[in-house]
């Protein structure tokens, strides 16, 4: 199993930024995808999760509004998308997988997205 994602990002605020976790090594419909974020010093944050083999999606209430996420089952490819960004949205974004009411079990290394001017 495995979760690849894009390269790192640096962006202007105000600007939007779009980050891709590519699955491979398992049924991509059969699990949730959840993006949680890491800020520098900072604990991990929860954004939400998306349901592959229906696209329907879960935020967290902080992020309703500004950020989307979706998924290609033709390429098993996950992606979130973060708009109006805002200096304090500097942080490493990870994608994980999980499936029922287990814990999330296998993770992306994760996209460090700058937010600066």
């Known amino acids: 199993v495995q979760l690849v994602q894009s390269g790192a990002e640096l962006r202007n605020p105000g600007a939007s930024v779009k980050i891709s976790c590519k699955a491979s090594?398992?049924?991509?419909?059969?699990?949730?995808i959840h993006w949680v974020r890491q800020a520098p010093g900072q604990g991990l944050e929860w954004m939400g999760r998306?349901?592959?083999?229906?696209?329907?999606?879960n935020y967290a209430q902080k992020f309703q509004g500004r950020v989307t996420f979706t998924a290609d089952t033709s390429t098993s490819t996950a992606y979130v998308e973060l708009s109006s960004l805002r200096s304090e949205d500097t942080a490493v974004y990870y994608c994980?997988?999980?499936?029922?009411?287990?814990?999330?079990?296998?993770w992306g290394k994760g996209t460090l997205v700058t937010v600066s001017s």
């Open positions: 994980a997988r999980n499936i029922n009411n287990y814990g999330m079990d296998y």
């Open positions: 090594g398992y049924f991509f419909i059969t699990y949730f």
């Open positions: 998306i349901d592959p083999e229906d696209g329907i999606t």
